[in-house]
């Protein structure tokens, strides 16, 4: 392989630990000349925020090398001209959707990441009047769970997002992974072909069968949120298991 994608949650980051051995990892593919870019799901905190975090916890990389949803929905709103947007998302996502309008009135998007404790009656019942006036939905992610380190497993924005396409019967546009558009987005950043690129995450469905739709070749990882049961019942398995990011060898 000639280049990786690599997860950040349950991947690089057991809450904000990092997992035993993901910073000699990184390390290894800069010294054996391996581009890499970070592709998360995060939409808690922007680009500069992950990359902190990620130093705080050992791992030298910088926002340039980190890929997120909320820069895809960015794209795609203000490619379509129409920039007037109602926001589920935590302001700390809006420094990486500049050049987007944050309308509370008469939106032409509504953007939906995670909110946690902030997915509030008020605030789902606001989104749900927007989209019953027009607007159009973007799900950053539709992600049902994640890991967040001691806290153990707790509700992602997937399953609100999906309570506004029940509520409106509009089916939302999603980003993030396992989209094609994410793993595209990420792969002409990287600047390679999706057959010399290894996808490295903890999610079968979001980092590996993406992934692997995409062209790329896949790991899985056995931290974060890896289920044995899971990858039994798949129709589909990815090319390596690894029990963490630590076992990642480079050769060249």
Do not use: Y
Request: proline fraction near 5%.
């Amino acid at each position: 392989m000639r280049g990786a994608l690599i997860d950040v949650d349950g991947t690089l980051l057991d809450g904000e630990s990092a997992i035993p051995g993901a910073a000699a990892a990184i390390a290894r593919l800069r010294t054996g000349g391996i581009p890499f870019r970070l592709t998360t799901n995060t939409t808690r905190r922007p680009r500069s925020a992950i990359a902190a975090a990620l130093a705080a916890a050992g791992i030298d990389v910088s926002p340039a090398e980190i890929v997120i949803p909320a820069s895809l929905a960015r794209q795609r709103i203000v490619g379509s001209g129409k920039l007037r947007t109602g926001m589920l998302v935590p302001e700390s996502c809006l420094p990486d959707l500049a050049g987007v309008i944050v309308d509370a009135q008469t939106p032409d998007w509504v953007v939906v990441g995670d909110l946690g404790r902030e997915f509030t009656f008020e605030r789902m019942n606001e989104g749900f009047r927007w989209l019953r006036a027009g607007a159009a939905l973007i799900a950053l992610h539709k992600n049902r769970f994640w890991h967040a380190g001691a806290r153990g497993i707790v509700l992602d924005a997937g399953p609100f997002v999906i309570a506004l396409e029940f509520a409106t019967g509009q089916k939302a546009e999603v980003v993030g992974k396992p989209s094609a558009a994410f793993f595209e987005l990420a792969l002409s950043d990287l600047g390679l072909p999706a057959a010399d690129v290894l996808c490295v995450g903890d999610s079968l469905e979001n980092d590996c069968i993406g992934a692997a739709q995409a062209g790329c070749r896949t790991a899985l990882v056995r931290t974060g949120l890896f289920d044995a049961g899971e990858l039994s019942n798949a129709g589909t398995a990815p090319d390596l298991i690894l029990d963490s990011i630590a076992d990642l060898i480079v050769g060249r």
